[in-house]
């Protein structure tokens, strides 16, 4: 497995895609290691994908929208490596004019139904301030974005309440001082519940919530297992089935 530009206990996206392949070969009997590109580039993507081939590779996991150009430059590289694409479309190559091989998996997902039902929700158990805190604006954080707005369209609609919904994207899969200050702000501005939604960037949500007595919404796995009651509930895209 290669990470993205986030890592293996970032408790979401790249996590659970770890813990997955560690099953599976824990029950078939497969060796498996996971590396980390030494930056947020397509480069070392590649460099990263070239070194676990060199080390007996046959099969790569590769989690997330950023691997799209890599999937381009690498499925000729190595035809006899099976290459599994998570939330990645044959489109995804930057525009470049290239087919998929017939080495290659991709499955993407409709982030838009959980997404739509998590806002629903929210809004059904009572509450009328909500945010939407995206990672880096890549095809499957903006459909978990629009159909939460959505779903809290609809349950407001069907219950004749009035709703504000604050909107943004951090740009990056991990949390920091930055973004935990701007969703203080959202808080503190009477936020009652932020959908996190990228990797890692829920810690800033949640720290802030911590201070202001708010709630989250988790993304991609059951985050309410290990956050606990300040998470409402988690928007989820069955991964590990998918991957496995």
Known sequence: MITDSG?????????ITWETVCAYGDANGVEYEYYKPAEDTD?????????????????????GYLFGPAIA??????????????????????????DLGKNVYICSF?????????GYAAVKDG???????????????????????QGINAAAEEDGVDVNVKYYYGG???????????????????????????GGIW????DAAETHDG?????????????????????MKGLPSAIN
Do not use: H
């Open 73 to 98: 430059e690498e499925q000729d590289t190595y035809p006899d490596v099976t290459f599994i694409a998570v939330d990645v479309t044959e489109g995804d190559k930057n525009g470049k004019a290239v």
């Open 7 to 15: 890592d293996i206990t970032d408790e979401s996206f790249n996590q």
């Open 203 to 206: 810690t800033s949500a949640l």
């Open 172 to 198: 990056q899969f991990y949390g920091d001082d930055s973004i935990t200050a701007r969703m203080e702000g959202w808080y503190a501005d009477g936020t009652q519940v932020v959908f996190a939604c990228g």
């Open 127 to 149: 509450y009328t301030s909500l945010g939407f805190l995206g990672g880096i604006a890549v095809p499957a954080v903006i459909r978990f974005g629009y159909g939460y707005v």
């Open 43 to 63: 480069e070392e993507r590649i460099n990263s994908i070239d070194l676990a081939v060199s080390e007996g590779a046959t099969v790569v996991v590769m989690p």
């Open 110 to 118: 409709e982030e838009e139904q959980a997404g739509y039902l998590a």
């Open 215 to 235: 709630k989250v919404i988790g993304v991609d796995v059951d985050q309410r297992s290990k956050i606990g009651e300040r998470c409402l509930t988690s928007a």
